[in-house]
């Protein structure tokens, strides 16, 4: 008998997974906080002996090389992949015994086209293949997007996708459990997830991978492409230098006085509360990242790579979650932090700034509670382009989240209501706004609901 752990990532989209037998196991694309792994390996009470990427990942920093190590287990790695640390090189067709006693194998297979490199794991019991762990190759409904190496490889790996995938589904039977790295909200998605499992056969019937041809099928992926997040240019480079231990401990307490000197000095102090709470009252220059969102994916993405981060947290477990979300993607130690009451993070005779949250019922009648609104109104939509072009609110204008953090002198002057597709990027976005003395409104409501409410929402 085998077993199939998995550990979910999901505030950056991903799944690892722990596979084996009575004795022993195979981890598969471990996270960098490999305390997780190494727990799941104690509660199967299995030895993990192998560690295997299915490609230097472009989304976040591998645990990989430290799990090995630490586990002494051997590190199966792409042969082509350039890396500069030693491990197990990879070539189509390897394979390595897992467990004798469960008669677990795994088997490698070329599948490029995520990566020029990318391989998937066939997990063979008794020689009959039962999973295939497929990275960034075969997700459920999609495939992983070529885009991430090099634009001009852009259309050969897209190719190469649709061989990879094909490749797959003429080699395994239908009944093989088909278990992906990205695609559960990853940007390395080129679209998101279908479902949460998923087969050979399945795929067969409804992935345009397998169900169109390649022109075609090519065509319609590159077309479906969104933006990058900027942290991903890190994460490669990263993998391939080979990360160092994470080191989770608490950072450094701040008190008001550091909170505002670091403020002053142009550094970053997030504050990991709710969005409600934060527009309740919050440091003025602070900004909301809320620690149950995709704290990791927009912060990394916004904050200029390498600034010091102060973290503000309600409780020492919110900071350390987020400690653990923002090292998977190479923010390894908060400058500082602060938990508790944000009273305690003004100094003496400072008050708390807010600013109001809305819904788009209040923006189409122009008045809601605790909402006071002036002459000139300014709608910010913040969402990315390709959401857009499914329908925007008339006279809004356009500024990505992403990229507003450089273009807060292209918001008009006015009042600014700023929206999103549910109100998490637009209390960042306001946030932004309010940090640099902005008379914002957050409009914290779903984007269907503008519609209903009267406004005029149109396509390009």
Known sequence: MFFVDTIEVPGLGNR?????????????????DIDRMIAAAARRRVRISHVVETHIHNDYVTGGLELARVTGAAYLVPAGARVSYER????????????????????????????????????????????????GSLLIGTVGRPDLVEPRLTEQLARA?????????????????????????????????????TSIGKEKASNEALTLDVDTFVAALLAGLDDVPAYYAHMGPANAA???????????????????????????????????????????GSVNFEAQGQLATYLAWLIPWG?????????????????????????????AAATGEPARWVRNGEVLASFPRATFADLAGNAGDGVVVKD?????DVRRASERSAGFVE??????????????????EGQVWVHCAGGMRAAIAASLLDAVGRDVVAVDDSFGAAEQAGLTVRTP
Request: contains cysteine.
């Open 395 to 412: 006279g809004s204008v356009h500024i990505p989240l992403h990229t507003l953090h450089g273009r807060l002198h292209e918001v008009p």
């Open 307 to 335: 600034k010091p981060v102060t973290l503000l947290a309600e409780s020492a477990e919110q900071l350390a979650a987020a400690q653990r979300e923002l090292v998977r993607v190479g923010i390894d130690r908060p400058a």
């Open 161 to 197: 996708q649709h061989a990879s995938a094909h490749r797959l589904a003429a080699e395994l039977p239908d009944d093989t459990a088909v278990l992906p790295t990205h695609g559960f909200g990853s940007f390395c998605s080129s679209s998101q997830a279908a479902g949460e499992s």
């Open 88 to 135: 197990t090189p990879v070539h189509d067709g390897d394979s390595a015994e897992i467990d004798a006693r469960a008669g677990l194998e795994l088997r490698a297979l070329a599948t490029p086209g995520h990566t020029p490199h990318h391989t998937s794991y066939v997990l063979e019991e008794h020689g009959t293949a039962v999973a295939v762990f497929t990275g």
């Open 242 to 284: 080979g990360p160092a231990p994470v080191d989770l401990t608490p950072p450094a307490v701040a008190d008001a006085e550091e909170i505002a000197a670091r403020l002053a000095a142009g550094e970053w102090v997030v504050d990991l509360r709710h969005r409600v709470a934060f527009a309740e009252g919050h440091v003025a």
């Open 376 to 380: 000139r109104v300014v709608v910010l």
């Open 16 to 32: 690892s997974y722990l596979a084996g037998g009575e004795r022993t196991a195979v981890a598969v694309d471990p996270p960098r």
